[in-house]
């Protein structure tokens, strides 16, 4: 189902490091190093003081997560399941599939006129589609998601993206660049994502692929300073050295996925596609994150009078819907406030 998943388990750590792959000058495993770490620390403990009531808030319910069926585990910063393992995805699933259909006759356009992370991966939702399809929203924000997302993050995150990721064929002889290479999302220093598949993913459709955490760690600490703050292009031999192999691959039937940190584990996706595949995609931040980054605009009478989905669909700052994510079908260009992140 997974390809290459013994390629996830890291190598032991040397002995002169922590066994977990951490390391205890920077607790972030990001491999920043002091000044940055600094920095970054600064700019999270300002957005917190700004409201602190909301942060305490989010911990206090947090305290009460009970046990996910598929908990995200601490130290590797991942958890894969397989078809049937999480509870409620199937209306999603469903849904993915309609979008598609809707999609289909468009994607030429689509591919054509909005540049998609450059042409790398293209996101089929807006704000107005997710409104059309709330089985999205609501398994987004059903339990079994969020109790593994809290209870990983220890706070209750934020949902700020819904997407459907279509990465079509690649130009022959393209060699891989941006999110091609394995690297870092910098948003914070811990989120969650949450993949899922709609529909079959093979090896030749560009999956997903990353190495877990602690060796993610080990890789960026033997990358000279600079480059290991920017966590980008990381080279593939620094990974493969380091896992002994090949990283572990989202493949697999309908109803594959995986939660991983994309802060602390380093990945990379659709690249070399020889067949296009679609991918689900649910972001969970902290709300007090490091760097803003765009969001979708959510119904907020979805989450009833739950307030943990309520505080889930509270966004950082208001916007009208579309502002960031307008509905590629009728949008004539590329939005010129940022499209999708997925994989």
Known sequence: MFEALRGARSRPAPQNQDPSGSHQPDPGGRGHPPSTRWRRSARRVTRIARSPADWLERRALARGTPPAPVPIDERLGYALFGPGELPGCEGAIDAARRVWTETRAHIERITRH??????????LLSDDRIVQHPALLDFALSDPVLDAVTGYLGTVPV???????????????????????????REDDRQAKLFLAPEIVASDMGPFSFAPAPASARVLRCLPASRASAALEVPDAAVHAELGGPPARLTGPPGSGVFVDTSRCLHFGSRDVRRPRRLLTFVYQRHHLVDETPFNC?????????????????????CPPGYFFPNPLTHPGPSARGRAKGG
Do not use: C
């Not at 949902?159 to 999302?185: K, N, T, W």
């Open 114 to 123: 909005h540049p998609g992370r450059f042409g790398i991966v293209f996101d």
């Open 159 to 185: 949902l700020r993206r819904i997407g459907l990721g279509y990465s079509p064929v690649g130009p022959p002889g393209r060699a891989p660049f941006a999110s091609q290479l394995f690297h870092l999302d």
């Open 298 to 318: 959510f119904d907020l009478r979805r989450a009833g009078s739950d307030r943990r989905r309520q505080l889930a669909l509270t966004p950082p700052r208001p």
